[in-house]
């Protein structure tokens, strides 16, 4: 009996120990894991590289070759950290798992890309398993490529893109492999009204249909950097504004048309810097992640 009442005792406290040092490993890897993710005071964009497009046809823009500065166009990613979560806009054309680890460039088809985009996210602090928010400017397979890498996230889509995306036949411009997983993604469907991702207008997603069935745009204020807006393909080639060029493949021309109406009122309203995703000329003028705009 006098064993037993030393022996429970002391088993007693060996489980509080036991118990105490599990609660505090806990609570380091807690630290550590939102030290990982540690988000900042004020809204920052990223831009990654996901790429260029080469032997584009300018015709396909109903454009001729002298109008333009060049057909080639980029790929382009963004990363927008906000207080209270983060948002992956757009994913690239080549799939990471398609590109070389060295660093060597890959070609597929139109497209040339040499960095992972899981790189460049790891290169600034984040992976796949931060990112809060993913949308997608539109589900054209330039910007899908590494999308069922965010299944994980709450996917921002509008209704109409979503339809076509899962349609029984979906549109052949689709590479349906590459975002597939997003169908049993947590999900907040759009229906073309402004969403306010973060909820204090600095990260707000508005309806560009036309190019798409459920084409979208993202605005973005930035503290220092001011306001901007990631235009997605409403154009692809900064001499397109102020004609009514849109290219042959569109979804819906008159759509699109009434679309950039909206969206230039709304530049002119807010003074947002256009950032046309495929501009080569604007994105080499860019700073690329690791570094960010604030
Ligand atoms: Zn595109």
Same mark, same amino acid.
């Given at each position: *009996?006098?064993?037993?009442?030393?022996?429970?005792?002391t088993?007693? /406290?060996?489980?509080?120990?036991?118990? *105490?040092?599990r609660?505090?490993?806990?609570? %380091?890897?807690?630290?550590?894991?939102?030290a990982?993710?540690?988000?900042p005071?004020?809204?920052?964009?990223?831009?990654?590289d996901n790429g260029?497009?080469?032997?584009i046809? !300018?015709?396909?823009?109903?454009?001729?070759?002298?109008?333009i500065?060049?057909s #080639?166009?980029? =790929?382009?990613?963004y990363?927008?950290?906000?207080p209270?979560?983060?948002?992956?806009?757009?994913?690239?054309?080549? !799939?990471?798992?398609?590109?070389?680890a060295d660093?060597? !460039?890959?070609?597929?088809?139109?497209?040339?890309a040499?960095k992972? %985009?899981?790189?460049? %996210?790891a290169?600034?602090?984040?992976?796949?398993?931060? &990112?809060?928010?993913?949308?997608?400017?539109h589900?054209?397979?330039?910007?899908?490529?590494?999308?069922n890498?965010f299944?994980?996230?709450?996917?921002?889509?509008?209704q109409?893109?979503?339809?076509a995306?899962?349609a029984?036949?979906?549109?052949?411009?689709?590479?349906?492999?590459?975002?597939?997983?997003?169908?049993?993604?947590?999900?907040k469907?759009?229906n073309?009204?402004?969403?306010?991702?973060?909820? #204090?207008?600095?990260v =707000?997603?508005?309806? /560009?249909?036309g190019?798409?069935p459920?084409h979208?745009?993202l605005?973005?204020?930035?503290?220092?950097?001011?306001?901007?807006?990631?235009?997605?393909?409403l154009?692809h080639?900064?001499?397109?504004r102020?004609?009514?060029?849109?290219?042959?493949?569109e979804?819906n021309?008159?759509?699109?048309?009434?679309?950039?109406? =909206?969206?230039?009122?709304?530049?002119?309203?807010t003074?947002?810097q256009l950032? &046309?995703?495929h501009? %080569?000329?604007?994105?080499?003028?860019?700073?690329?992640? !690791?570094?960010?705009?604030?």
């Amino acid at each position: *009996m006098i064993q037993h009442g030393r022996e429970r005792p002391t088993r007693r /406290a060996g489980d509080m120990l036991v118990a *105490m040092s599990r609660q505090t490993r806990n609570l %380091l890897f807690s630290l550590l894991l939102l030290a990982s993710i540690a988000l900042p005071q004020s809204v920052r964009l990223y831009v990654f590289d996901n790429g260029v497009i080469k032997g584009i046809e !300018p015709a396909s823009f109903q454009l001729k070759k002298e109008d333009i500065a060049t057909s #080639d166009m980029v =790929v382009a990613s963004y990363l927008i950290v906000h207080p209270k979560g983060t948002l992956l806009w757009d994913t690239g054309a080549i !799939p990471d798992g398609a590109l070389n680890a060295d660093g060597t !460039p890959v070609t597929q088809r139109f497209f040339t890309a040499s960095k992972t %985009l899981k790189s460049q %996210l790891a290169a600034a602090g984040f992976k796949a398993g931060d &990112i809060t928010y993913l949308g997608l400017s539109h589900y054209h397979g330039d910007h899908t490529a590494n999308a069922n890498d965010f299944a994980g996230s709450t996917w921002l889509v509008q209704q109409p893109e979503r339809d076509a995306m899962f349609a029984e036949k979906p549109p052949n411009i689709t590479q349906i492999a590459q975002y597939a997983a997003l169908k049993n993604s947590k999900t907040k469907i759009l229906n073309g009204e402004d969403y306010d991702v973060f909820g #204090d207008g600095t990260v =707000v997603i508005k309806a /560009a249909y036309g190019h798409t069935p459920g084409h979208q745009v993202l605005f973005v204020k930035l503290a220092k950097t001011g306001p901007l807006l990631l235009a997605g393909d409403l154009y692809h080639y900064q001499e397109e504004r102020g004609t009514t060029k849109v290219p042959t493949f569109e979804f819906n021309k008159e759509q699109s048309l009434a679309s950039r109406v =909206v969206i230039e009122a709304f530049l002119k309203q807010t003074g947002a810097q256009l950032w &046309i995703e495929h501009d %080569l000329a604007n994105f080499n003028k860019l700073r690329k992640s !690791p570094a960010f705009y604030e």
